[in-house]
């Protein structure tokens, strides 16, 4: 396990506000969910740096057809 991060630095690396990072894990949707984990009675999100790096990555954007 490398670094643990907050979600502001998650947000960061994937060049999104965290604002955007807690929608997408709160979504539901699978290709949406980083790598992540909840800890402490508040659930405060925590995320691994190198697996935020590798999804970010491995994630695949379809562009719409038009």
């Known amino acids: 396990m490398g670094t643990t991060i907050n979600i502001k630095q998650a947000a960061e690396l994937l060049d999104i506000s965290d604002a955007t990072l807690r929608r997408w894990l709160s979504s539901?949707?699978?290709n949406l969910l980083v790598?992540?984990?909840r800890s402490g009675p508040q659930g405060i999100y925590?995320?691994?740096r190198d697996e935020v790096i590798e999804w970010k990555e491995?994630?695949?954007?379809s562009a719409p057809e038009t």
Do not use: A, E, I, S
């Open 28 to 30: 539901g949707d699978p």
């Open 35 to 37: 790598p992540h984990w």
């Open 46 to 48: 925590k995320f691994d």
């Open 58 to 61: 491995n994630l695949k954007v």
